[in-house]
């Protein structure tokens, strides 16, 4: 009993441990982060996708590659479709908000005599720190032009690369799986597959559910910056499809960009934004994610809001976005090798 004992707590210290390590490699090591990173990105595209390549083997009778070899041509040529008519709005609208960033003294004074202010000192001041921010970032800019360049590029040759691997995710993912079964022993074999099955389960469940709530997100955000006739509207809406995907800090990054160009407009259309904005995550929070998403994920708020901030720190807001991911698979994990060994 006591060996037995000893043993749980053994293993369980290794996990950790290998965990531990594992990220450390990761977070330290860039050119490791980098392959990582496109295979994550591969690995979650195929999760996203697998439910349509499993119906078109059902419903067509074709082979998993052949399937794979379909929908990934039809992803790519959607994404490209995508690109080219949501590009040159981007373009535009990047346009008009350097337009709204030169004549940012005129809508704080605008907005000081629609307020009846007599004491501009606080506009003032919130003029020059707004106005230094854009020189530094505008300096960081030209400084690094070159290296940002270069990085532009390497990351195109990255990202063509992610159909590529998504492909054989999806085509041969099963094979890769009982390969790497083959460095376990025979007997912790079953304990892997049962482990594997519950982590697909679940994390699949919620990349589906995410994606499409985000997508459902931004297309109700993207109608209301229409119907108010806020500026920038498809930006403004992609970023709160993308920040969305954050528990808890979600709304407020995605959030407080609208009703800071909305504000820039007229304190009005401000208000409505955030009123908006508000009754959006309410139906998102109230009445589509119990339905898409199903049973929620059972953690104290305290834990996943530590974890975020953790992922902020760590990785900034791909590290926010991983952190529930995470987080999700080290708990069944954890929970099944309690379950199957102790």
Do not use: W
């Not at 210290?13 to 982060?33: A, K």
């Not at 920038?232 to 960009?257: E, M, R, V």
Request: aromatic share 10%; net charge positive; with cysteine.
């Amino acid at each position: 009993m006591i060996k037995r004992k000893y043993k749980s707590i053994l293993i369980k210290i290794c996990i950790v441990l290998i965990f531990i390590l594992l990220l450390s490699i990761y977070f330290f090591y860039d050119p490791v982060r980098s392959v990582v990173n496109l295979i994550l990105i591969s690995f979650i595209i195929a999760y996203a996708i697998k439910p349509l390549r499993n119906y078109f083997c059902d419903k067509f009778k074709i082979s998993k590659r052949i399937s794979s070899l379909i929908i990934i041509i039809l992803s790519i040529g959607l994404f490209t479709t995508i690109i080219y008519f949501i590009v040159p709005t981007i373009i535009y609208e990047s346009g008009n908000f350097g337009v709204m960033l030169d004549n940012v003294e005129l809508y704080l004074m605008n907005m000081a005599n629609k307020l009846n202010l007599s004491d501009l000192s606080l506009f003032e001041t919130a003029y020059i720190q707004i106005n230094e921010k854009i020189n530094l970032f505008l300096a960081s800019l030209s400084g690094n032009l070159i290296d940002n360049i270069a990085s532009i590029l390497e990351n195109l040759v990255g990202f063509a690369i992610v159909p590529v691997v998504a492909y054989y995710f999806l085509a041969d993912g099963e094979l890769i799986y009982n390969k790497l079964l083959l460095i376990f022993p025979t007997d912790k074999r079953i304990l892997i597959r049962k482990i594997n099955g519950n982590i697909d389960k679940v994390l699949s469940r919620y990349i589906i559910s995410q994606l499409l709530l985000s997508g459902i997100i931004g297309v109700l955000t993207f109608i209301m910056l229409i119907i108010l006739g806020i500026k920038l509207p498809l930006i403004l809406a992609i970023l709160n499809a993308i920040a969305n995907i954050i528990p808890y800090f979600g709304p407020i990054i995605g959030g407080a960009p609208i009703v800071f160009i909305a504000l820039m407009q007229s304190p009005t259309k401000a208000i409505l934004a955030l009123i908006g904005a508000f009754v959006i995550q309410q139906i998102e929070g109230d009445l589509l994610a119990p339905k898409i998403t199903g049973v929620c994920i059972n953690f104290h708020p305290i834990i996943i809001i530590i974890l975020l901030i953790l992922g902020g720190k760590i990785g900034g807001a791909a590290g926010m976005i991983l952190a529930v991911p995470i987080l999700v698979i080290i708990k069944v994990i954890y929970d099944d090798i309690n379950y199957y060994l102790f």
